[in-house]
Nanobody, 126 residues
C-alpha cells in the first residue's frame, strides 16, 4: 500500500522561505515521477513542479519558476520543494503525488495522479 506524507508547511512572511518534504512508504521515488501541486480556496488545482525518474529532469509551473526548486534524495526516499521569495498568492495546501503519464509530448500535460498525500498548509502573510 502506497502512502505519501507531506510536511514542512507553515506561516511565513512575504519574501520568506519554506522547504516542504514528501516521504513515501510502499513507493520508491527512484522509480517514479513525482509532482508537487497546490490547491487554494476558490482556485483550481495548480501544478507547482515535477521531477522525473530516472533522469531527474525538473519542470515548474509558470507562477513559481525561478523561486521554487524541486529535488529528491533517493537514499532517504524524500522529495523536497524549496520555496523562496514566497508571495501571498502562494498560499495554498501543497500536495505531493505520484504521476501516471499517458501522453509524452508535454511534461506539464497528459498525466494523472495515482497516489497523493493529505497535504500541508502554506500561508504567506504579513
Amino acid at each position: 500500500q502506497v502512502e505519501l506524507v507531506e510536511s514542512g508547511g507553515g506561516l511565513v512572511q512575504p519574501g520568506g522561505s519554506l522547504r516542504l518534504s514528501c516521504t513515501a512508504s510502499g513507493l520508491s521515488f527512484a522509480d517514479n515521477t513525482v509532482h508537487w501541486y497546490r490547491r487554494a480556496p476558490g482556485r483550481t488545482r495548480e501544478i507547482v513542479a515535477l521531477i522525473t525518474s530516472p533522469s531527474n529532469q525538473t519542470y515548474y509551473g509558470d507562477s513559481v519558476k525561478g523561486r521554487f526548486t524541486i529535488s529528491k534524495d533517493t537514499a532517504k526516499n524524500i522529495v523536497y520543494l524549496q520555496m523562496d521569495n514566497l508571495k501571498p498568492e502562494d498560499t495554498a495546501v501543497y500536495f505531493c503525488a505520484r504521476e501516471y503519464r499517458y501522453k509524452f509530448e508535454d511534461p506539464m500535460c497528459g498525466y494523472e495522479y495515482t497516489d497523493w498525500g493529505q497535504g500541508t498548509q502554506v500561508t504567506v502573510s504579513s
